[in-house]
Every structure is written in C-alpha cells, then in structure tokens.
C-alpha cells in the first residue's frame, strides 16, 4: 500500500459558477467533487466515480488542471499526525447531458449540500484545500497538464 493517498477530484465550471459540496462539521466549509482512488480503477474513472457518488451528477472528465500535494509532515507549526500525505489530481469536468447535481439519497458523514457557487463569490466561502487562486487562474489561462495513461502508449520492442 502506497504511503501517498491519490484523490481524484473534478473541477466543474458553468455559467460562471462553481460546483462544490457542502459540508457542516463545525461550520460550514466546500471541497470540489471528489475522494480516494478505488483499486483496479484509472484515475479518469476515478473522477467520475466520485462526481456521480457526491453529486448524482455524471460528467465527461476532461483535461487535468490543478495538481495539489498535501505533505501534512512538511507543515510548520502544529498539525494533524493523522493525516495522510495526499495528492489531488483534479480534473475539469463538463455535465453531460441532462445530468442535475444534487444532494445524493446517503451523502457522506457531513456532507450536507451540493451548491453552484457563483466564481465572483469564491473568495467568501471557506473552500478546503484553500485553491481558490489557483482555480482562478486555471479559468482564466486554461493551461492543461497533460496525462499519459501507460496503456495509450505504443509498447518497447
């Protein structure tokens, strides 16, 4: 098992709004559509997985946008021994057709709404991994990482 947990996460813009899950543990705070990568899925299938578990919503799962490293153990000061070190592979997502999100019927422990947060309020939610910036920029640049998928390529002789 890998010391590093992979979460595939999905970054969904329409209408100048955001789509975000709301969750009410001791205040209200949003993260983007996402969790852990199951074993035996692609990260592409991931991301989906966990839009659709989260928000009901399915999604074509587009270019990767934004990687975020969490290193708890590289943090100053105080922080959270039980925390894993994780890496979010968020992706920008697009709803296919006539898919709504929503609450779903058993959301996640706190999870309590699925909102569409217009982009000039961003800065006045609490936003978790704070990346509001960097969402931001990603939507005014649109410059993409590129994924090579091993099984894409032409194999060695």
Not at 38 to 56: D, F, N, S, Y
Request: contains cysteine.
């Amino acid at each position: 098992m890998s010391h590093v947990r992979i979460r595939c996460t999905g970054l969904i813009i329409e209408n100048n709004s955001i789509l975000l899950v709301e969750y009410d543990d001791n205040g209200i705070h949003y993260n983007l559509p996402g969790g852990g990568l199951e074993p035996g899925e692609t990260i592409l299938e991931g991301v989906a997985r966990e839009v659709l578990e989260e928000t009901t919503a399915q999604v074509d799962v587009g270019p990767l946008a934004i990687i975020y490293e969490l290193a708890p153990h590289k943090q100053s000061g105080d922080y959270n021994v039980n925390e894993k070190h994780g890496l979010h592979l968020i992706f920008e997502c697009t709803l296919k057709n006539n898919s709504v999100p929503r609450l779903p019927q058993h959301p996640d422990l706190h999870q309590s709404a699925v909102k569409w947060i217009p982009l000039e309020e961003l800065d006045s939610v609490l936003l978790i991994p704070n990346i509001k910036q960097q969402i931001k920029n990603y939507i005014k640049n649109k410059k993409n990482i590129e994924l090579v998928e091993d099984y894409t390529l032409e194999r060695l002789r």
